[in-house]
């Protein structure tokens, strides 16, 4: 009766209350003693209809399948798409830059922001 609880990114949407989220996976090759990024697609029920394409979610495995293709169920959205904070410094991310110093080289360029902050999303 363990549940098991996995980081996955949400696809889309193909039934009403269904998702389709992507899980990535590390796999070990034993004859070049490496790691390989190998990825796993399932569907996920995601009872509270919050989750975006893009979106990076925390999935529980259920006890008790709700099909016969769904076994997972959203518990929350960790990151939302386009809103990624750093987890050491705090700020949010653009890629491989911080938003701030984005913001900062565009207004010493004369350049228009990258990212439009609202109040909501700070």
């Known amino acids: 009766m363990s549940s098991s609880l996995v980081m996955a990114k949400c696809l889309g949407q193909p039934l009403n209350q269904t998702i389709k989220v992507l899980i990535p996976k590390l796999k070990f090759d034993t ?11 399932i569907l996920a029920d995601d009872h509270n ?7 990076w979610l925390l999935v529980k495995k259920l ?28 700020k949010q991310s653009l890629g491989y830059e911080y938003v701030s110093d ?9 350049l228009k922001p990258p990212l439009q902050r609202t109040p909501n999303n700070r």
Not at 64 to 87: F, I, M, W
């Open 31 to 41: 004859f070049l003693n490496m790691y390989f990024r190998d990825t796993e697609q």
């Open 49 to 55: 209809h919050d989750c975006k394409p893009g979106d």
């Open 63 to 90: 006890d008790q399948p709700l099909s016969l293709r769904v076994d997972h169920r959203v518990e929350r959205v960790v990151y939302r798409a386009g809103h990624v904070v750093d987890p050491l410094s705090g």
């Open 102 to 110: 984005a913001d900062r080289q565009s207004q010493v360029f004369g």
